[in-house]
């Protein structure tokens, strides 16, 4: 999985410190979603997405396909 999380950010002009902090968080928290080291809660994601406007999709790509077994 991928996410948008850094660059939504950056084009807000905040540091992950201040993101962070609009979040409830520890900066170290942020630092692991954006590295793919911490997959967020799903509470956390519809906060990401409710302060970015935009849906969790857009937030977190999951390029997983299931396995055709036809």
Known sequence: MRNT??????H???S????ARRLGVSRQTIN????D???PSL??????ARLFDVPVP?????DWQP???T
């Open 67 to 69: 396995e055709d077994l």
């Open 58 to 62: 857009e937030l977190f790509i999951d």
């Open 12 to 14: 807000k002009g905040w």
């Open 37 to 39: 080291k911490y997959d």
């Open 5 to 10: 999380v850094r660059e939504l950010r950056e």
């Open 32 to 35: 692991a979603v954006e590295t």
């Open 43 to 48: 509470p956390l994601a519809l906060r990401m």
């Open 16 to 19: 992950q410190g201040e993101l």
